[in-house]
């Protein structure tokens, strides 16, 4: 058998268009297991965002390829302000992110991750006031 890179591999094959511009997905999860948890390979293109949102669960995204930046943000008298400095993920690193936790996410190149979520995945977009 020959030998072959994950991040070029073909399980990157049959990527699912979404209403994300820059997105595409395959998802591992199903809707049968609610008490489990929700893995996606994701692809982004260099320069696209995800506005500040939160997720119900747990989640670890693990970058194979590219370079990603994450701020998180909290709550100040119902406006958001950025909380600590952002945090920049490379290939090969891993970060965590809690539960309800309010954080954007840009891709600074195009990116292929493993991103793992506990439970089924929410996305909850997290007004700016």
């Known amino acids: 058998m020959a030998r072959q890179h994950f991040a070029t591999g073909t399980i ?3 990527m699912e268009a979404t209403d ?6 395959k998802n591992a999860c ?10 996606m390979l994701e692809t982004w293109e260099a320069g696209t965002s995800e ?3 939160s997720h119900p669960g747990d989640d670890v995204t693990v970058v194979l ?7 998180f943000y909290k709550r100040d008298g119902g406006a958001l302000v ?13 970060g965590y992110i809690g539960g309800g936790r309010i954080h954007d996410a840009s891709y600074d190149t ?3 991750l493993i991103y793992v979520h506990d439970g089924a995945f929410g ?6 006031k």
């Open 65 to 71: 390829e590219g370079q990603m930046t994450v701020q």
């Open 30 to 39: 199903t809707t049968l297991n609610p008490k489990g948890h929700t893995t």
């Open 20 to 25: 994300v511009p820059g997105l595409a997905i």
């Open 110 to 112: 195009a990116c292929k």
């Open 51 to 53: 506005p500040p949102h």
């Open 82 to 94: 950025s909380d600590g400095a952002p945090l920049v993920l490379k290939k090969g690193d891993a």
């Open 123 to 128: 996305f909850d977009a997290a007004d700016q």
């Open 12 to 14: 990157w094959k049959n």
